[in-house]
Structure formats: structure tokens, C-alpha cells
């Protein structure tokens, strides 16, 4: 858009040009008597209005803005026929041939019509030779003219052409240049989404990744089928689509891989499967085409999937609107991503095999995972309905992860294993199904008496004995009545209702857990409430003065009072000590602002100053911890409170240092401004103080 720009107002400087030069000409012609002036005035002003009006009309008009340039050259080429005349009218009288040359040099310099250009060079060569040649006047020497317009037409063309060749040439490197960055950039987003991958989030990471190269590749549907452990049947387990694609992930399951053979005795080959018209398949693969027209495909490559040397699935990448534009770079691409999401599923499979090894989560002595969905399976029959499930969600244990260290993050999700536990009987099942999430199992069980247990599960939460940390729980329930109904259906009832209610509930719960560390923060040091009320003073004031949005002045009093949030896990020993700290100390000090940003990050009410947080310690001049940020790179309202935080801790007793007074405080601040303040903050903050 930018280049287009450009060259747009390049021609527009090119009009404008083209009506001054008429223009000027005239002036000059009749200042000077003695030089007459080939061309009435009448003429001049016709073409400066028609320069004039074609760069006015690129302002007005898209038809002339979209056509500039080809407008320019007709207008261009007019003036150098109109110049053209002249020599011939005035048997190429010096003065006007040696502009003619040059005009014709710029103008071959200025147009990229290469093809165009070359025509009008070799019909004006023919007029000039043609005219040079019935030319009466003995002053002129035909062959030096005529050389000369052919010299430099010639040259100034080919100028040109060069030119513009190297700059298609530079082009074609930056699009490559540009192609290589965008598959390294997809390359990195799949690895980074596959390199933390747990049995939770498997389904989401890879459909991700699948949803990358389709968008990267302009694919209409990329997908996994995955063989079972016999090899007999196919499922289709991962799949995207592109906006107003079908999904077919729900009529792809269980396939019989022996009605196949054509497809899979190409895969246990190893082969690369490209289709690039299913129109066209061979009669051996009737089943495969009938089945590929059933989805509307008309073409797609297969890669197949092997771990262990054994054949376990197969991706697909589909075309439904157009034809596969396919190439060994592409091809290669394509390898290359479907190598990491193998790696990835291998890597998956192994931790299954690591999971079936054991029916209890090792953490919170519950049943996991694997043992519910076996006895989901066992219980799931007509003797046992109603089978009530309730899921249930910790809510906040990021935020007590990040703030408390994932110790007593691991505490609370034992915690609240024991609470669940006692909420329910003994007949029901209780799993954990990983992460903060847990899921309740009970058979022959009513609504009525599911949302029992929920109430009873309600009654028991709230704060951890000794501890400022609440468990808050969400919780959904659904129940299968009827022995047709899908049990994964009611599962993923249940599931639906409890995020609803955890999308209602989390936020306050992620508020409450702060306001513990808020508190539990002030137990360990005293002077931190005071700390805080004091630099929410200063900073409103000070918001006042600098003429702060009132959303502006909300943020700051919220970093004001949780710019130190990050100190929660730093011991008293090392808070309240008299004396110097030592590296060490200071290492572990240093590391609150990351550590604020964590959690203020981890809540929706407190995002919007965890960068301030992070950078309230940074110095102006780059020395700052944690990311040495310089100058205008420190965020504006972490700039302020910088200031506010010194003076506060400059004027008042800390367990490290004594008070000074007002005016020392200030001469600090100036001595400092430019290395560790703003320095136009610092003078305005002075300013302010110096009022008062």
C-alpha cells in the first residue's frame, strides 16, 4: 500500500512539474525580448491546464488516481510532440532541440512502461529522421542530430530497463526472503504449541497446529486420522476447516482400513499420496475416490504417520474449492510440519503408556484420569441410570501458582481434592482429570440429588485454615436418563455448564485471592499498607497536575498500591533486614517485578497494569532491572510511579535506611533525573512538591 502510495504522488509531482514548466517558459520568454518564443501563450496555458487538471483530478477521481501514470505518460509524450513540432518548424534550431533531447532522456528515465517506451522511442527516432531528413536549413547536420536523439534515447531507455529489472529482480528476493520468514514464523508457532504438550491440551495444541499450515498453505481442511491398536479402523481425531468449509470429523469414524487398500498400501510404502484431481483416480481406488467426492474434495495430499516403524495414521490436507497448487518446496514444507506434530504424538502415546501404569493421581491421591473413563465405560449401562456427572473446576490456581510458587499451588489442589471427597459418598467416584481440574461419577443418581452434593460442595469452600488463600470451586452437573443417550454427551453437558458458571465466578475469585496477598503481604511487612496509601496520594496528585484521564489515574492508584504484589514470596528475614543485602538478597529482591507481573497478569481486573508492574525498577537510562528498558521504552504510568516510590521511600524510615527531609529528597530526584527518572516527569513531579 505504502509503495503504491508513492509512486502515486511520484507522478503527481511529475503533473505538477509539467504545468509549471509551461508556465515559467512563458515568463521567461517574454522577461527576455531578445528570445522569442516559439509557442503562443494561448498554448502554454491549454497544456499547463491539462497537466494541472489530471493532478488535481488524482485527488478527486480514482479512475485518474488508479491510471496516473499512464496519464502522465500520454500528457508527457504530448509535450515532447508538441516540442517535437517546434524543432521542425524551426529547422531544429539548437535552443529548442537540446531541450527536446533531454526531455526525451527524463522521459524515458521517469515511466516504467518499458514496452510501451520502446514503441514511442522508435516511432519518435523515425519522425526525428524523417523530419531531420526533408529539413531545408544547411545549419543543421543531419548525422550529429540524428546520433545524437538515437545516443541518448537508446541510452536513457536502457537505463531505465536495467533499472527496473534489478528492482524486479530485489522484488522477487524480498518475496522470497518473505516466504522463508512467514514458514519459519508458522514453524515456530506449531513447535512452541506442541513443545508443552500434556494429555489436557492435546486436542486443542494440535488442531492449532493444523489450523497454522492450513491457513499457511491456503488449504481448505487439514486433519489426522489415526489407526486403533489392531490397525483395522480409521477415525479422523483432528481436524480444521476454513470459514465455510463442512466439517466431516463426526462421519469419519471407525473406518475399515480394509475397504481402503488402495490408500494404505501407498502409505505402508511410505509414499507421499498427492491427488490433484480426484476427477482422475485410478480404478483401483474407487472406494477411495467415492469416498473423497462424498466430502466434495478435489484434491489433497497425505502424509503418512509412522512411530516405532509402525504405520499409526495418516494427516490429510484438502481442497474443496479449487485444485491443489502443489510444489517439492511445498511438499517439503508440509514434511517438515507434519514430522514436528508426529513427534509431538509419539511423544503423547508415551505418556499414555506412562499414565496406564497407575489408576491414582499421584499428587492428590484421588483416582486419575484413565481410571474414570474405564469405569465411565463399565457403569454405562441401564442398570445404573440415572448416572449424575459433575464437573468441577478450581478457579484462581494460576494466579496461586504464579504468586504463592506452584508448592502450595500443588497444596490447594490437595485441599481441595479432601473437600470433594467428603462432599460425596462412598458409592460415587471422584477423579482428578488434570490440572485444576476434577470430575464426580455418580451412578444411579438423580438431578435432584447431584445438585445436593453441589450444595454441600458449596457449604465447604472458603478459606484454607491458616492461610489467606481461598478454594473456589466451579461446578457443573448433567444427567443421563435415558439408556440411547451418548454418556460422552453428558459429559460434555456437564462440562458446558461448569464453565459457564467458572466464567462467572472466576473473576471474583481471582479478586478475593489478590486481596489475600494484598493482606498476607502486609503481615510480613509493615510498612506496606502505609507505603502504598502514601504513593496513591502522591500519585493522584501528581495525576492531577499531568492531566491524567480518569482512566489513566485508576491505573495508577492500582499500581500505587500492587507495585510490590511480586515481594509475597520473599522472606521477612530478607524484607525487614536493617542491613545491607547481600547478591544473593538483592537477586531475590530484584525478582518481584517479574514476579508482580505474573500475577497481576493471571487476573482479568489487574491485567491492565502488569506491565507497569514489570517496570516500575527500570531506570531511564537502561541500568533499571528486570529488561534494562531505556528512555520512552519504561511504559508512561510506570515512569511516574518510579518517581512516587522514590520519594516515598526516600521520606520516610525503612528498616534499611532513615527518613530525609523534603527538600533533600528533591535535590536527589534532580541529581537523578536524565539516569534513573524521566527527566521531564522528574521536573514536573518537583514542580508539584515544591507547591505544595
Not at 491440551?201 to 497454522?212: T, V
Not at 502505609?530 to 500519585?539: D, F, G, S, V, W
Request: glycine share 4%; charged share 25%.
Amino acid at each position: 500500500m505504502t509503495k503504491q502510495i508513492n509512486k502515486i504522488n511520484f507522478y503527481r509531482i511529475i503533473l505538477f512539474a509539467g504545468a509549471a514548466s509551461y508556465i515559467i517558459f512563458a515568463f521567461v520568454y517574454r522577461i527576455n525580448s531578445n528570445v522569442y518564443d516559439p509557442m503562443s501563450l494561448g498554448e502554454r496555458i491549454i497544456s499547463a491546464l491539462m497537466f494541472s487538471t489530471a493532478f488535481f483530478m488524482s485527488y478527486k477521481n480514482e479512475f485518474v488516481k488508479n491510471n496516473i501514470e499512464i496519464i502522465s505518460y500520454f500528457l508527457s509524450l504530448s509535450a515532447i510532440l508538441q516540442l517535437f513540432y517546434y524543432n521542425h518548424l524551426f529547422n531544429f534550431n539548437l535552443g529548442l532541440s537540446i531541450p527536446l533531447i533531454i526531455i526525451i532522456a527524463v522521459f524515458n528515465l521517469i515511466f516504467d512502461l518499458n514496452k510501451l517506451k520502446f514503441y514511442t522511442n522508435l516511432i519518435l527516432i523515425i519522425l526525428i529522421s524523417l523530419s531531420l531528413y526533408i529539413c531545408n536549413s544547411p545549419n543543421v547536420v543531419t548525422s550529429f542530430y540524428l546520433t545524437s536523439y538515437i545516443i541518448i534515447a537508446s541510452l536513457s531507455f536502457y537505463i531505465s530497463y536495467f533499472i527496473e529489472k534489478s528492482q524486479k529482480q530485489r522484488q522477487i528476493n524480498l518475496e522470497k526472503l518473505k516466504s522463508q520468514y512467514e514458514f519459519q514464523k508458522t514453524f515456530a508457532k506449531i513447535s512452541s504449541e506442541l513443545v508443552d504438550l500434556g494429555l489436557e491440551n492435546i486436542n486443542y495444541r494440535i488442531n492449532s497446529s493444523l489450523k497454522e499450515i492450513g491457513e499457511y498453505f491456503n488449504i481448505d481442511r487439514s486433519y489426522i486420522f489415526m489407526l486403533n491398536e489392531a490397525g483395522k479402523l480409521m477415525s479422523n481425531q483432528y481436524e480444521w476447516t476454513a470459514p465455510g468449509i463442512s466439517s466431516q470429523k463426526e462421519k469419519l469414524q471407525n473406518l475399515k482400513t480394509k475397504n481402503y487398500q488402495w490408500w494404505f498400501k501407498n502409505l505402508r510404502n511410505k509414499d507421499v499420496i498427492i491427488i490433484e484431481d480426484v476427477d482422475r483416480l485410478e480404478a483401483e481406488a474407487a472406494a477411495e475416490k467415492e469416498l473423497l467426492k462424498s466430502q466434495n474434495i478435489k484434491s489433497l495430499i497425505v502424509f503418512p504417520i509412522y512411530i516405532e516403524e509402525e504405520i499409526t495414521g495418516f494427516f490429510g490436507f484438502d481442497l474443496v474449492e479449487n485444485k491443489i497448487d502443489i510444489n517439492e518446496i511445498k511438499i517439503e514444507q508440509l514434511k517438515i510440519f507434519t514430522d514436528v506434530i508426529t513427534n509431538a504424538i509419539s511423544k503423547h502415546q508415551d505418556n499414555l503408556k506412562i499414565k496406564k501404569l497407575s489408576y491414582y493421581d499421584s499428587l492428590t491421591d484421588i483416582y486419575n484420569r484413565r481410571f474414570f473413563e474405564e469405569e465411565l465405560k463399565r457403569l454405562d449401562t441401564a442398570r445404573q441410570l440415572p448416572i449424575s456427572i459433575i464437573m468441577a473446576d478450581l478457579n484462581g490456581l494460576k494466579i496461586i501458582n504464579d504468586s504463592y510458587g506452584h508448592k502450595m499451588g500443588d497444596y490447594v489442589l490437595k485441599r481441595a481434592a479432601e473437600l470433594l471427597k467428603k462432599s460425596i459418598r462412598k458409592e460415587d467416584i471422584l477423579a482428578r482429570q488434570g490440572g485444576d481440574e476434577f470430575v464426580i461419577l455418580l451412578p444411579q443418581t438423580t438431578p435432584e440429588e447431584a445438585a445436593k452434593i453441589i450444595k454441600r460442595i458449596k457449604n465447604k469452600t472458603g478459606m484454607i485454615e491458616g492461610t489467606s488463600i481461598p478454594i473456589s470451586i466451579a461446578l457443573g452437573q448433567a444427567t443421563k436418563t435415558d439408556k440411547n443417550e451418548e454418556i460422552e454427551e453428558t459429559l460434555k453437558d456437564a462440562d458446558n455448564q461448569m464453565y459457564k458458571n467458572k466464567l462467572s465466578e472466576g473473576r471474583s475469585s481471582k479478586s478475593n485471592i489478590v486481596a489475600g496477598l494484598i493482606n498476607a503481604l502486609e503481615a510480613k511487612s509493615n510498612e506496606t499498607k502505609e507505603h502504598a496509601l502514601r504513593m496513591k496520594n502522591i500519585a493522584l496528585k501528581f495525576a492531577e497536575k499531568l492531566k491524567l484521564s480518569e482512566s489513566e489515574k485508576n491505573r495508577l492508584s492500582l499500581i500505587a498500591e500492587l507495585h510490590d504484589i511480586g515481594k509475597i514470596n520473599i522472606s521477612e528475614e530478607i524484607l525487614n533486614k536493617p542491613d545491607r543485602l547481600n547478591q544473593k538478597e538483592w537477586e531475590i529482591i530484584k525478582k518481584h517485578t517479574e514476579q508482580g507481573y505474573k500475577i497481576a497478569s493471571s487476573s482479568e481486573e489487574f491485567a491492565a497494569v502488569a506491565d507497569d508492574i514489570y517496570a516500575h525498577h527500570e531506570r531511564w537510562d537502561g541500568t533499571g532491572y528486570p529488561r534494562q528498558l531505556e528512555g520512552e521504552e519504561i511504559p508512561y504510568l510506570a515512569r511516574i510511579i518510579t518517581l512516587v516510590d522514590a520519594y516515598d521511600v526516600m521520606t520516610n524510615d525503612r528498616a534499611y535506611s532513615d527518613a530525609v527531609s523534603k527538600r533533600e529528597a528533591l535535590v536527589e530526584i534532580e541529581r537523578c533525573s536524565g539516569t534513573q527518572f524521566d527527566p521531564e516527569l522528574a521536573d514536573k513531579f518537583i514542580d508539584l512538591l515544591e507547591g505544595e
